[in-house]
């Protein structure tokens, strides 16, 4: 998937084939101020004010107590969007703002707008000192408690939409009856294949602040001790022998640098039962060599940004896998989400 600019007319289309288009103003002045609009606007409750009925302007900031002016400009930008169409002087919600941006959603990304604004907003200044000195922000080591509570909420936002097809498609052992989710958080992958297979049962394996902000959300599942939690640290604990028929790493390969991963991928090894599969839950570098790519990239440096690791190419996670022992399985690329991939092994 690439962000693309859409002309209206001929006349558009003709200045864009003729390279009359100043394309870095709009990365430059338009995006900044798109992002942040609709991350303020997620978290001063605009959305959520709109679920019940269409409002003016007028009403809408008597409502959030937001200044009229101010908010009629917001509402312009977020109708450009596609966020609110206009009829009648009154927003309405579109179809799509109502399937992702209202809390109570499935695929709500909610959670992830709040985290953004009151926590990772601010990162993205360090991003000039990134670029001098390769040393990104290692936030797990500097989060306050109220920070790990909006960082989980995102967890389960960013996976509203993944998790359903984790669920569909993940190639696992139909007879497996224990799982390792390492770095599991909210447990939404646990969930989704313990209900898929009857006999399965699941243990995440995840930091002590990351499982005291997440087990709420995993006790309103209603899975009981299925899917259940043990406190710890993935590079130093062990993950004990011939154990799990399904051991999963799902977005935590970012966060740990080439040679974390391979020890990581060396105790899931030994951890496996034979016939069980180990499954690497990412976003994929884009080989550069190949064809760019936006949500690839973008999330690449991001991770390095924050954690001073980044994306993996396939042959990468596939070269961790076959170095601990493991052979190729497969590679599942996710249809709803682009650049993101299982890079799954089995233990022989
Ligand atoms: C980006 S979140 C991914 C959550 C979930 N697996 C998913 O795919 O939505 C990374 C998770 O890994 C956990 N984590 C980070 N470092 C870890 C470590 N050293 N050991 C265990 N878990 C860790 C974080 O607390 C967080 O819950």
Not at 191 to 218: G, M, N
Not at 223 to 252: C, E, H, K, W
Request: proline share 6%; aromatic share 8%.
């Amino acid at each position: 998937m690439q962000l693309t600019i859409t002309p209206e007319n001929p006349v558009e289309w003709f200045a864009l084939k003729a390279n009359l288009v100043p394309v870095p103003l709009l990365h430059a002045q338009i995006m900044p101020v798109v992002a942040k609009a609709v991350l303020e606007a997620s978290d001063k409750g605009v959305f959520e004010a709109m679920k019940d009925k269409p409002q003016s302007v007028d009403e809408l900031a008597a409502h959030l107590q937001l200044h009229p002016k101010a908010l009629g400009e917001l509402m312009g930008l977020l109708t450009a969007l596609d966020y609110f169409h206009y009829e009648n002087g009154r927003f309405a919600l579109t179809r799509m703002a109502r399937r992702f941006v209202l809390k109570d959603d499935a695929m709500s990304v909610h959670g992830m707008m709040v985290f953004n604004n009151r926590v990772v907003w601010e990162w993205m200044s360090h991003l000039g000192d990134y670029l001098k000195t390769g040393q990104g922000i290692q936030y797990h080591e500097t989060l306050s408690k109220e920070q790990w509570a909006y960082y989980q909420q995102a967890m389960v936002a960013a996976t509203g939409t993944e998790a359903r097809e984790f669920g569909r498609r993940a190639p696992v052992p139909k007879s497996a009856t224990r799982m390792l989710d390492i770095g599991g958080s909210h447990g939404q992958h646990s969930v989704v294949l313990c209900r898929k297979l009857p006999a399965l049962r699941s243990t995440i394996l995840d930091l002590p602040p990351a499982i005291e902000q997440s087990a709420p959300f995993l006790a309103r599942q209603g899975m009981g001790d299925r899917v259940g939690y043990q406190p710890g640290n993935a590079l130093t604990d062990d993950f004990g022998t011939d154990q799990f028929d399904i051991v999963l790493l799902s977005s935590l390969a970012h966060h740990f640098t080439p040679e974390q991963n391979q020890l990581v991928t060396n105790k899931v090894a030994k951890a496996l039962r034979s016939g069980g599969v180990f499954i690497v839950n990412e976003f994929i570098r884009p080989d550069i060599t190949t064809k760019p790519d936006l949500v690839g990239s973008s999330t690449d440096l991001f991770y390095g940004l924050s954690s001073t690791a980044g994306n993996y190419l396939i042959d990468e996670i596939k070269h961790w896998q076959t170095a601990a022992g493991l052979k190729p399985h497969k590679v599942v690329h996710y249809r709803t989400i682009p650049s993101r991939a299982m890079v799954v092994a089995r233990k022989p």
